[in-house]
């Protein structure tokens, strides 16, 4: 694991942290904390895989999968410069050892949990939602999750939010539904993800993400005109630090959904 301290680090106390699964995935899902720490600083993050056997083409398309880490790794420094974050570590695991140690525990759990003991308490623990389609992200929420339960609870973030990115959570009712203002932050988002070369050859991740949430704001009230430019959904998982199980906190909420039909 290595420990990246951006030249533009403002030297705050971390108030924001993001756990992820890729490289790049903070700068779509925890786009709230790093606008709201971006001024005056407070934001952090952790990746836990090192990207290499992510898709490729064009330039890109010969490109070792040892190389590809290395370069992921120099664009994923280059956003949290472009960021301000406060410091990133970054894992280097495969997704292999991701979803195995979500099953199993062990020494990525207690790393990750090292890391929070370190910080102050957090305002909010931004990490993927347990409905996101790809397991990796799934892993990478469980393992966040599980690292942030062996915290005292002193020491526990004081929320903690599953956010969308390989699927949208706007399905969610309205109750569920927690709506990340971040309107005015289309610049700094830009900024960020076009650090993010490699990606954005293949799948153009800076457009989509912006795009969806432009759509979020447009389309999260039907009968009220746009009170915000775009927006970022997650769902509160502060429940789940206490204990319970994240298989049935998820099959509460599509059972809320199943409620909430019009048919």
């Keep these: 694991m290595e420990k990246y301290v951006p030249r533009s680090a403002k030297g705050a106390p971390v108030r924001f942290l993001a756990v992820s699964a890729h490289k790049d995935d903070i700068e779509m899902f925890a786009l709230d904390g790093i606008f709201k720490a971006y001024a005056e600083g407070g934001f952090a993050a952790a990746v836990l895989t090192d990207g290499g056997q992510c898709p490729r083409s064009g330039a890109y398309a010969a490109v070792s999968d040892e190389d590809m880490a290395l370069l992921r790794s120099a664009e994923q420094k280059r956003a949290a410069e472009a960021g301000a974050y406060e410091a990133l570590w970054l894992f280097e695991k495969t997704s292999a050892e991701v979803k195995r140690a979500a099953k199993e525990g062990g020494a990525l759990v207690e790393e990750l949990a090292a890391i929070m003991r370190e910080l102050p308490p957090l305002e909010t623990l931004y990490i993927h939602n347990p409905f996101d389609s790809h397991p990796t992200h799934v892993a990478a929420c469980v393992l966040a999750l599980q690292a942030a339960r062996l915290l005292p609870p002193a020491l526990r973030p004081a929320r903690v939010l599953g956010c969308e990115l390989w699927r949208d959570l706007d399905w969610l009712t309205d109750a569920d539904k927690v709506a990340m203002d971040v309107s005015g932050s ?34 999260y009230q039907s009968h009220e005109g ?38």
């Design 186 to 219: 289309d610049a700094l988002a830009a900024s960020l993800m076009s650090c993010f070369v490699s990606q954005n050859a293949v799948k153009r991740y800076d457009i989509a993400s912006l795009a969806r949430r432009a759509a979020n704001a447009t389309f």
């Design 226 to 263: 746009d009170a915000a430019t775009a927006l970022v959904y997650g769902v509160d998982m502060t429940c789940l630090l206490d204990g319970g199980d994240i298989a049935e906190f998820a099959e509460e909420k599509i059972a809320d959904f199943r409620r909430d039909l019009h048919i």
